[in-house]
C-alpha cells in the first residue's frame, strides 16, 4: 500500500497535467519575429503584412505649366487624403476675390491697391496656422459684373468686364502682417475656371501664429479692349487700374487634408 502522502503528490501531478493540456488547446502561441502562429488544432494561420503609407508621387509640371488642365475646381473632389490617420477637413478656399489691378496707371501716379488680396483682414485668418506644410493654389474667375464691390477696398467695378482667358499673379507669405515677405510665387497664365497646381510653400520654424498671405501683380492676356485671347504668343500685362478680375484661391496645411495632384516644388 503507498503511503498517503505518495498517493498526495500522484493526484497534484494529475490535476496539473490536465489542465496544462486544456490551456494549450485554446491558447494561440505566436512564433517569434513573424505574423504565423499554430492554433490549438494544429493549423498554421498567417495573418497578412501591414502595408506601409506612401505618399503619392509628387511630379512638377513643366516650367510655365502651372495649370491643372484636368482637374476640377471642386474642393471635395480634389482634395483628397493623402496623410495618415484620415485628416477629415477638407482644405480651406476662399472663394471669388474680386480686385483692380495696377496697370495702364499713368506717369507719376502710384496704384491704389497694389496688394489684391490679404489675409490678415480675412475673417479665416487663423486657419492659415501651420507649423509644417503650407500648400496654394489658384483659380481664375470670369470678371465680375459692372458695380460689385472689390475685396480690397478698391471700390466698386465701374465698368463691364473684359473677356480675359488667363490670368497670372503673385502669391507672397509673410511669418505676419507686418513682417517682411520669406517667400513668393507666380502663378502664371491659369486658364479661367481652372486650378493651378498647388504650390508647396515653406514654413518657418518657431512660428507663433498664422502667417499671412497676399497675391499681388495681375495679370491678363488683354492687349487692348476687345481683344483678349486672341494672341497666345504675346505677354501678359498688368491689369488696369480701372478694370476688375477675380480668383479664387485654396490652401492646405498640417491640420487639413491634402491634393492628391502634381505639386510644384
Same mark, same amino acid.
Given at each position: 500500500?503507498?503511503?498517503?502522502?505518495?498517493?498526495?503528490?500522484?493526484? !497534484?501531478?494529475?490535476?496539473?497535467?490536465?489542465?496544462?493540456? *486544456?490551456?494549450?488547446?485554446? #491558447?494561440? #502561441?505566436?512564433?517569434?519575429?513573424?505574423?504565423?502562429?499554430?492554433?490549438?488544432?494544429?493549423? /498554421?494561420?498567417?495573418?497578412? @503584412?501591414?502595408?506601409?503609407?506612401? %505618399?503619392?508621387?509628387?511630379?512638377?509640371?513643366? =516650367? &510655365?505649366?502651372?495649370?491643372?488642365?484636368?482637374?476640377? %475646381?471642386?474642393?471635395?473632389?480634389? +482634395?483628397? !487624403?493623402?496623410?495618415?490617420?484620415?485628416?477629415?477637413?477638407? *482644405?480651406?478656399?476662399?472663394?471669388?476675390?474680386?480686385?483692380?489691378? +495696377?496697370?495702364? !496707371?499713368?506717369?507719376?501716379? #502710384? +496704384?491704389?491697391?497694389?496688394?489684391?488680396?490679404?489675409?490678415?483682414?480675412? =475673417?479665416?485668418? &487663423?486657419?492659415?496656422?501651420? $507649423?509644417?506644410?503650407?500648400?496654394?493654389?489658384?483659380?481664375?474667375? @470670369?470678371?465680375? &459684373?459692372?458695380g460689385t464691390a472689390t475685396t480690397n477696398g478698391g471700390g466698386n467695378c465701374g465698368y463691364i468686364g473684359m473677356g480675359y482667358t488667363l490670368l497670372s499673379m503673385t502669391v507672397e507669405i509673410k511669418t505676419s502682417n507686418t513682417s517682411g515677405v520669406y517667400e513668393?510665387? /507666380?502663378?502664371?497664365?491659369?486658364?479661367?475656371?481652372?486650378?493651378?497646381?498647388?504650390?508647396?510653400?515653406?514654413?518657418?520654424?518657431?512660428? @507663433?501664429?498664422?502667417?499671412?498671405?497676399?497675391?499681388? %501683380?495681375?495679370?491678363? %492676356? +488683354?492687349?487692348?479692349? &476687345?481683344?483678349?485671347?486672341? $494672341? =497666345?504668343?504675346?505677354?501678359?500685362?498688368?491689369?488696369?487700374?480701372?478694370? *476688375?478680375?477675380?480668383? $479664387?484661391?485654396?490652401?492646405?496645411?498640417?491640420?487639413?487634408?491634402?491634393?492628391?495632384?502634381? !505639386?510644384?516644388?
Open positions: 500500500m503507498m503511503p498517503k502522502k505518495t498517493n498526495t503528490i500522484l493526484m !497534484i501531478l494529475a490535476v496539473a497535467l490536465f489542465t496544462s493540456g *486544456c490551456l494549450t488547446k485554446k #491558447t494561440n #502561441t505566436k512564433s517569434t519575429g513573424s505574423n504565423t502562429f499554430v492554433n490549438g488544432t494544429g493549423n /498554421t494561420t498567417t495573418n497578412p @503584412t501591414p502595408t506601409p503609407y506612401v %505618399d503619392p508621387t509628387q511630379n512638377p509640371p513643366p =516650367p &510655365g505649366q502651372h495649370a491643372d488642365l484636368n482637374g476640377t %475646381d471642386s474642393v471635395s473632389a480634389d +482634395c483628397t !487624403i493623402i496623410k495618415p490617420a484620415g485628416l477629415s477637413t477638407y *482644405c480651406k478656399s476662399i472663394p471669388r476675390v474680386v480686385t483692380k489691378g +495696377c496697370g495702364n !496707371i499713368g506717369n507719376g501716379n #502710384t +496704384c491704389p491697391t497694389p496688394i489684391s488680396w490679404n489675409s490678415f483682414t480675412w =475673417p479665416g485668418n &487663423g486657419s492659415l496656422e501651420t $507649423d509644417a506644410e503650407l500648400n496654394i493654389r489658384v483659380i481664375p474667375r @470670369t470678371a465680375p &459684373g459692372q513668393s510665387f /507666380t502663378f502664371e497664365k491659369i486658364p479661367v475656371n481652372k486650378p493651378s497646381y498647388p504650390y508647396r510653400f515653406s514654413v518657418p520654424a518657431g512660428l @507663433t501664429g498664422p502667417v499671412t498671405v497676399q497675391v499681388k %501683380d495681375m495679370k491678363w %492676356d +488683354c492687349p487692348v479692349a &476687345g481683344n483678349c485671347g486672341t $494672341d =497666345p504668343t504675346r505677354p501678359m500685362e498688368s491689369v488696369w487700374h480701372t478694370e *476688375c478680375v477675380s480668383f $479664387d484661391l485654396q490652401f492646405s496645411t498640417d491640420y487639413t487634408r491634402s491634393w492628391n495632384r502634381p !505639386i510644384i516644388n
